[in-house]
Nanobody
Framework: QVQLVESGGGLVQTGGSLSLSCAAS????????MGWFRQAPGKEREVVAS????????YYADSVKGRFTASRDDAKNTLYLQMNTLEPEDTAVYYC?????????????????????WGQGTQVTVSS
């Protein structure tokens, strides 16, 4: 099991920026995919971005393309989500997640059920 601890989040005005971090421990992550998810009140938890820890292309949901950037620091075992041009619709609890991924499994098809380890969540609120 991978342990995940998130930090960052908070309150920001429309058009502002926030950065989230997720420190991972407990496992070697080379065979894992890492994801950022969010869940707004009354809505399903949805994937925002996902990547292979080993590297390669990053998947983004259409709603955040061009505004959010996911990255990771291998030396620090930390996943990041830089969020720019935030909109009220981005208000949600944001979670990082980790799940094993096979070499040829596409990131785009990975959903909540594919990730077995989750952080505690951090609130992001965008005021209009």
């Amino acid at each position: 099991q991978v342990q995940l601890v998130e930090s960052g989040g908070g309150l920001v005005q429309t058009g502002g920026s926030l950065s989230l971090s997720c420190a991972a421990s407990g496992r070697t992550l080379s065979s894992y995919a890492m994801g950022w998810f969010r869940q707004a009140p009354g809505k399903e938890r949805e994937v925002v971005a996902s990547l292979r820890w080993r590297g390669g292309a990053i998947y983004y949901a259409d709603s955040v393309k061009g505004r959010f950037t996911a990255s990771r620091d291998d030396a620090k075992n930390t996943l990041y989500l830089q969020m720019n041009t935030l909109e009220p619709e981005d208000t949600a609890v944001y979670y990082c997640a980790a799940g094993r991924i096979s070499p040829f499994q596409p990131l785009a098809g990975m959903g909540r059920a594919d990730f077995g380890s989750w952080g505690q969540g951090t609130q992001v609120t965008v005021s209009s």
